[in-house]
């Protein structure tokens, strides 16, 4: 089943003059798949996360999440798209500063249901930090936090709803190898529950968890062989 499709999908952007990171994208992810985004920086990948997930919107072409095209949608129903079948972990952490660690992980499950956080939510929100190493710091506001911390704060924030699609933006930025290594696994995990990931990389010791691989270049997907 596709997770997320795009077909002949375009990006422009008019910063003075036209420059279009994406041009013609076509790419079907499935239930199940581990998908990397390679290459440059600056080449647009942050760009095609970004129109895969539904914060921006194609120029040209559809996006559609789990059969549903996205493209044409309000504002308001594409933040019930996001809330519900997306998880996003960001390049940079973005955490709330005034609230708890706990707070921020939950104010995703705020976002889904529009309703205080159950039992099972916070279960699940507390279970993840533990597993990111924040059991003991609930609590704590993000400046009390190492970078790093706050990058696992935002992995979990990511996470802790049951959604279809785990989009990743550099997700082992700011960590250590064994923080980075924890990650991976949570991410590993979605993917043996039927989620589908997609991660921009820059590190081969990380794409080495994909089974599909692709290159972006001058605004062009291009397939790499997984060994």
């Known amino acids: 089943m596709d997770i997320c499709r795009l077909q002949k999908v375009t990006k422009e952007y008019d910063a003075g003059e036209k420059v279009c990171p994406i041009k013609e994208v076509s790419l079907d992810i499935k239930a199940g798949e581990f998908?990397?985004?390679e290459g440059p920086s600056g080449t647009g990948k942050s760009t095609l996360l970004y129109v895969m997930g539904g914060l921006l919107r194609p120029t040209t072409g559809s996006v559609s999440i789990q059969g549903k095209d996205i493209s044409n949608l309000t504002d308001a129903q594409l933040t019930t798209i996001r809330a519900n079948q997306v998880g996003f972990i960001f390049q940079e952490?973005?955490?709330f500063p005034t609230l708890t660690v706990l707070e921020n992980v939950l104010f995703s499950t705020y976002l889904q249901t529009r309703k205080s956080s159950s039992k099972a939510q916070r279960e699940r929100a507390i279970e993840l930090l533990g597993k990111?190493?924040?059991g003991e710091r609930l609590r704590f506001l993000p400046h009390q936090l190492s970078v790093g911390q706050r990058r696992r704060v935002a992995v979990a924030?990511?996470?802790?709803n049951d959604v279809s699609l785990v989009i990743a933006d550099e997700p082992t930025n700011d960590l250590d190898i064994h923080w980075a290594e924890e990650v991976m696994k949570l991410l590993k995990d979605q993917v043996k529950n039927g989620k589908a990931v997609v991660m921009v990389t820059h590190h081969p010791?990380?794409?080495?968890a994909a089974n599909r691989r692709f290159h972006l270049i001058d605004g062009d997907v291009r397939e790499i062989a997984c060994l």
Not at 205 to 208: F, K, L, P, R, S
């Open 35 to 37: 998908v990397t985004i």
């Open 93 to 95: 952490a973005n955490v």
């Open 132 to 134: 990111l190493g924040l």
């Open 157 to 160: 924030r990511a996470l802790v």
């Open 205 to 208: 010791q990380w794409a080495e």
